[in-house]
């Protein structure tokens, strides 16, 4: 009984070590060169359809002993989305791209190339003794710790980041000094190997997209096993486009194409409810598609619409695909129907200010009108933020709106510009957009007046940030508390601060800003209030800072209604965060010894809370506001500060 006990034990953690695995470290480099630069890392995939996006790669200090290295996650695009199984990942520390066709289980690609990696701080640069992590995407959106661990490749003695790492996790005795490899030995070709001490070290070079050894090797061969299905299928289930978009393009995506044999499939219009010819245009009823043998890029299905002036209901265009064949058993995937429906455009588009199309009511961060089409004017007040997109600010009054479009820079706009544009409410990462898919859709409307920033302090700015979301703003006599100011041709993320308070500050690259020496702090800085959340499905974080121009780098100035040292009179400062939850923070000051009471209300100036009622000293202090435990429903709420005889009373916002 005890021998078969033993025997489950073992059995029961082989299996728990292999299924929970999708990819592993196979092997590092250390080229000894400063910042990491010639360090390289090499993935193996061990399973089918492996979605990576999102994972983080990341390596740690010196001696394992602290959480030190850099980070960097798998963007969330198509290379990442269906890896296949015996696939190499060849990840350089550079911004290279030298192989991005997985068709022959190789990829080459650098963690520093910013379409397809997003740095998440710190500096990749292997040690003598060092650690390489791979984590999963839903272990945090920061890549610190160890976490949310898939796999760790490690030469030398266990510090105390690999201890706290869970299996399965590799290491080997010698480390990797300059010029030196740690490699998976894998002596039994089975992915058992990649638990324990079964690596080795080594100033012999290994090649890069290839098996370390013959051991290695023969597990690569066993993993790429049978070549997987060729499939096709639309890339999107359906896509509405206005009656005035002209020509369209349908794209049909291919996975696992055969590197000797090309794939043919036939895009049958099948149903809808337009008409041919009145509505819309193609070259036949069947669309015969051809992907060259090796090729994964996407085929194409063009259909031009007809715009009319007939008021009238959406109508749609039904395609499915049918007939395939070539391949590797080629089938069809899904989705494999494609919904085009044709939005009339003759029913009139509101036309908005820019604060009415940005209403939200309900006070979720989201805009109330998302998803609506609607008409908006404003003035451009920066440069476009992207290289092969269309991404302007405007700004009309005190409100402000990203305009964003797919795969075109133009029509290019310049500061002052007064435009007229037609699309649809949006948001991305937070940040509200109106989107437009014709070129019709924008109008110049000649030159307008650039309006002037509103010069403010961080803590006013962090009060109500949403408020001067794509807004021209200013702050004073700001340092820098972290980062490094980008090399030509890159972005970064600089850690700005004022006083106590901290903001990020985004240099784009499309921005003349990164060809510029960094500037003597401090600096008074000039920008766009801008955000990108850390989630999809978060709003309230992620706000920044976007100069638009060099010269928005000002000498610096002092900062005005700053909390003194020694305050000399009352003050109530903007509560942070807001809209918050659970908990929010709200300073004051006190100019004397004074009895002090600081209250909350609802709209109706019901009392609802008591946070300070006593004598307070002479100074400045905060007081915790927290909803943990209470009833409170999402809201505006007001605070009220009483010293003595003065009152001061704002806002501030509870969402749930």
């Known amino acids: 009984m005890r021998r078969l006990t033993n025997f489950l034990i073992i059995f029961i953690t082989a299996y728990c070590l292999t299924s929970a695995q999708s990819v592993v470290v196979n092997k590092y480099f250390n080229s000894g060169a400063s910042n990491g630069v010639g360090d390289i890392v090499e993935l193996l995939v ?300 003759d029913t009139p588009v509101p036309f908005l200010t820019i604060a009415e199309a940005r209403e939200d009511l309900n006070i979720d961060l989201i805009p109330d009108k998302i998803g609506q089409t609607v008409k908006l004017r404003g003035v451009v007040i920066g440069p476009n933020y992207q290289t092969t997109n269309f991404s302007y600010y405007i700004q009309q009054g005190n409100a402000g709106i990203n305009i964003f479009r797919a795969g075109t820079t133009l029509p290019s706009l310049m500061l002052g510009d007064s435009v007229e544009i037609t699309g649809v409410i949006g948001q991305f990462r937070g940040l509200t957009q109106i989107s437009h898919s014709s070129d019709g859709d924008l109008i110049k409307l000649g030159t307008g007046t650039i309006p002037s920033p509103v010069t403010m302090t961080f803590d006013e700015y962090k009060g109500n940030p949403e408020a001067y979301e794509s807004v021209l703003i200013k702050f004073n006599n700001v340092n820098k508390s972290s980062g490094t100011w980008p090399a030509a041709g890159n972005s970064a993320t600089i850690v700005i601060s004022q006083g106590t308070e901290v903001l990020d500050l985004r240099i784009d690259s499309d921005t003349d800003i990164d060809d510029n020496p960094e500037p003597v702090w401090p600096r008074n800085i000039t920008g766009i209030g801008s955000q990108f959340s850390s989630s999809t499905s978060t709003f309230n974080d992620g706000y920044q800072l976007l100069p638009r121009y060099y010269t928005d780098f000002e000498p610096a100035t002092s900062v005005k209604d700053q909390p003194d040292l020694i305050p000399d009179k009352m003050k109530l400062y903007q509560n942070y965060p807001n809209p918050f939850n659970p908990q929010t923070s709200i300073e004051y000051s006190v100019p004397s010894r004074e009895h002090v009471t600081l209250k909350i209300y609802d709209v109706l100036g019901r009392e609802v809370a008591v946070l300070i009622n006593e004598i307070k000293e002479i100074g400045n202090h905060k007081a915790i506001f927290s909803i943990q435990h209470s009833e409170l429903t999402a809201g505006v709420y007001l605070y009220q500060l009483n010293v003595g005889s003065n009152i001061a009373t704002k806002k501030m916002v509870l969402m749930k």
Request: aromatic share 8%; net charge negative.
């Open 46 to 345: 061990v399973q089918n359809n492996l979605d990576m996006r999102g994972m983080i790669i990341k390596d740690f200090s010196s001696n394992m002993a602290n959480d030190g290295g850099g980070k960097f996650e798998f963007r969330n695009v198509t290379l990442w989305q269906n890896l296949q199984s015996g696939t190499l990942l060849v990840l350089r520390n550079d911004t290279s791209a030298v192989d991005i066709n997985s068709s022959d289980f190789t990829l080459d690609v650098g963690l520093k190339n910013t379409s397809f990696f997003i740095s998440r701080g710190g500096t990749f640069d292997i040690a003598i003794t060092d650690m390489v992590m791979i984590k999963s995407a839903s272990s945090d959106t920061t890549g610190t710790g160890v976490v949310g661990s898939i796999h760790v490749l490690a030469g030398g003695t266990a510090g105390t980041q690999f201890t706290a790492a869970s299996e399965p996790k590799l290491r080997a005795t010698g480390t990797s000094p300059t010029g030196k490899y740690i490699f998976a030995k894998n002596s039994t070709s089975s992915l058992i190997d990649f638990n324990g001490t079964d690596a080795d070290s080594t100033s012999s070079a290994k090649i890069w997209g290839q098996g370390n050894n013959t051991t290695n090797s023969t597990y690569i061969s066993t993993l790429r096993g049978t070549p997987p299905n060729t499939k096709v299928q639309f890339t999107s289930s359906g896509q509405t486009y206005g009656e005035n978009a002209g020509a369209v393009l349908i794209n049909v995506s291919i996975t696992n194409p055969s590197p000797t044999n090309a794939t043919t499939v036939d895009a049958v219009i099948t149903g809808g409810t337009a008409t041919f010819f009145t509505d819309y245009l193609s070259p036949s009823t069947t669309i015969p598609l051809t992907f060259p043998a090796g090729s994964s890029n996407s085929a194409s299905i063009s259909i031009y619409i007809n715009d009319d002036s007939e008021i009238e209901s959406d109508e749609t265009i039904i395609f499915t695909l049918q007939n395939i064949s070539g391949g590797t058993n080629a089938e069809i995937g899904s989705p494999s129907t494609f919904t085009l429906t044709i939005e009339d455009n």
